[in-house]
């Protein structure tokens, strides 16, 4: 073990106390907006995507209250509303131009809280403010809800709240991160490298959303001190099953497919004098759900699985419940494996027979893929089309070298004493993929697109019709315990992932 291995070792578990504090605190803040009323300064949707704003802006005021950067101005919003803040060692004798530029990113936003479920199937759970007593919680609840959790006398190593582990404590972790990075920057910690971390906004509804942003309007004409070399996401990278704080380096690309039934509106006691786009449109559903459990037009991938395709979201337009409806809008989630399109996903749902069958009897039909129109807690409209593409980083690139170094550094000797079962940490690194999705797929773009300078030093990755720069991703959190009620994070995970971040640099800049 090296003498920087020891310290960043040191100082992770010095500050886990801190990363404990700013971790709960971002959780919470919703709680101060949601039941207040909107003419007092409420917001019942804050935190959710494009409501990140009162969370971003105490994370700035805490960034550099700690020390996360070495000038107030090295922090700020740009004008999409990502929080960024930039660490580096000046005095290095390393060129900017000829720096190792590193990206963290981990998004700000959360899904909705469902607060009285917490409260009422937890016993003693709030989304906001976590444990509120211990005496009340429901403990087989959680275990039959959770994907994993440890044995009740570690529970004291948890932190309960939405967002905790998607992904607010890889957001956590990037703050106390770059804070390590500054203090040991003597020890050599920053030497010819560029640490730019981001807080980005409207993952959750609009995935990549923030890094897009960056490749269409930050990275054009820009030099090679702003491009990145390599991306850690710090998206949770746990599985109940195989582990926690994985090294991912893939996962499936995702779209929308929005499908639009047009009838004909009457009464309900004369449906013959219709065309009900609801019994249509249930009809397209079914056959999609039949083709996909047959696995009809889906591709399968050995590292990153197969490709999926479900009913997500709907909304009906119907005069009133004794009518056939007007109008049926739903819209299929589609998980885009290797070889897979988005072209070809649409084209297979626009082939179903029912869609045909619908179109035959006199009902409109279609088959688009939607553009994201809202607006972030800035006021900017990217207006991407909702086609998020998928990416994989090849084990032997040197990042996912670097990574695998970087944990049997200063990961390895922190998990010891763990039990290495199921979705408790591992000594040695676990090289593997997400299931869901991730900020990831807002990096690719298009091979022919030559409007950012890539030198080969950056390294960056071809796959088929996109490039992007290396990605991986380290972050606390197991994915099953997402998007749940009575979602938590360990912070023993937390805590190996500050290590992790503030130690990465040195090792793939060296």
């Known amino acids: 073990m090296s003498t920087l291995d020891d310290k960043v070792l040191a100082l992770a578990a010095q500050y886990r106390p801190l990363a404990q504090e700013l971790l709960a605190e971002v959780v919470r803040i919703p709680a101060d907006y949601v039941d207040r009323p909107v003419d007092d300064g409420g917001d019942p949707s804050c935190g959710l995507s494009n409501h990140e704003k ?56 959360t899904v909705k809280a469902l607060r009285p479920a917490w409260r009422e199937k937890t016993g003693g759970l709030d989304s ?155 009809a397209i559903i079914a056959e999609a759900a039949a083709k996909y459990d047959a696995r009809e037009g889906f591709l399968d991938d050995p590292f990153l699985g197969h490709g999926t395709r479900t009913a997500s979201v709907a909304t009906l337009d119907s005069p009133s419940d004794c009518a ?23 084209a297979d749902v626009e082939a179903l027979s029912t869609v045909a069958k619908a179109r035959e009897a006199g009902l409109e039909v279609e088959v688009a893929v939607p553009v994201y129109d809202q607006a972030t807690w800035t006021g900017y409209e990217l207006g991407n089309p909702q086609v998020y593409m998928g990416w994989v980083t090849p084990e032997d690139h040197p990042a996912i070298v670097a990574a695998t170094t970087t944990y049997r550094g200063v990961v390895t000797p922190a998990v010891s004493e763990s039990s290495e079962e199921k979705g408790a940490l591992r000594r040695e690194p676990r090289v593997d993929r997400w299931i869901f999705s991730t900020d990831g797929v807002g990096f690719p773009i298009p091979v022919e697109d030559e409007s950012i300078a890539i030198s080969d030093q950056k390294n960056w990755v071809t796959s088929g019709t996109v490039k992007h720069p290396a990605m991986f991703g380290v972050g606390p959190g197991i994915e099953q315990n997402t998007h749940k009620i009575g979602e938590c994070v360990d912070l023993r995970e937390l805590q190996n992932a500050i290590a992790f971040m503030a130690r990465f640099p040195s090792v793939f800049a060296g």
């Open 128 to 282: 906001y403010d976590g444990l509120v007593d211990a005496s009340k919680i429901d403990r087989d609840f959680l275990r039959k809800e959770l994907g994993h959790l440890p044995p009740d006398d570690e529970w004291e190593h948890l932190l309960f709240g939405r967002g905790s582990a998607d992904q607010l404590g890889g957001v956590i972790a990037e703050v106390v991160a770059t804070k390590i990075l500054l203090e040991l920057q003597s020890e050599g910690s920053l030497r010819g490298s560029i640490v730019r971390a981001y807080a980005t906004v409207c993952e959750e509804d609009n995935d990549g959303g923030g890094p897009m942003y960056l490749m269409r309007k930050v990275l054009p004409g820009a030099g090679p001190e702003l491009i990145p070399d390599v991306v850690i996401l710090s998206e949770g990278t746990g599985d109940s099953a195989k582990g926690a704080l994985g090294i991912y380096r893939g996962q499936r690309g995702r779209m929308q497919i929005e499908v639009t039934v047009t009838g004909r509106s009457c009464h309900g006691s004369m449906p013959w004098e219709g065309l009900n786009p609801l019994e249509f449109g249930g």
């Open 324 to 346: 056939v409806p007007d109008r049926f809008v739903f819209r299929f989630d589609r998980r885009l494996t290797i070889g897979e399109s988005p072209e070809q996903a649409v």
């Open 54 to 109: 009162p969370r971003l802006e105490y994370l700035m005021k805490r960034i550099v209250e700690i020390g996360a950067v070495r000038h107030a101005d090295d922090v700020g919003f740009d004008d999409y509303g990502n929080l960024v803040w930039t660490v580096q060692d000046p005095d290095d004798g390393i060129a900017p131009a000829d720096k190792r530029v590193i990206y963290l990113d981990g998004h700000s936003d």
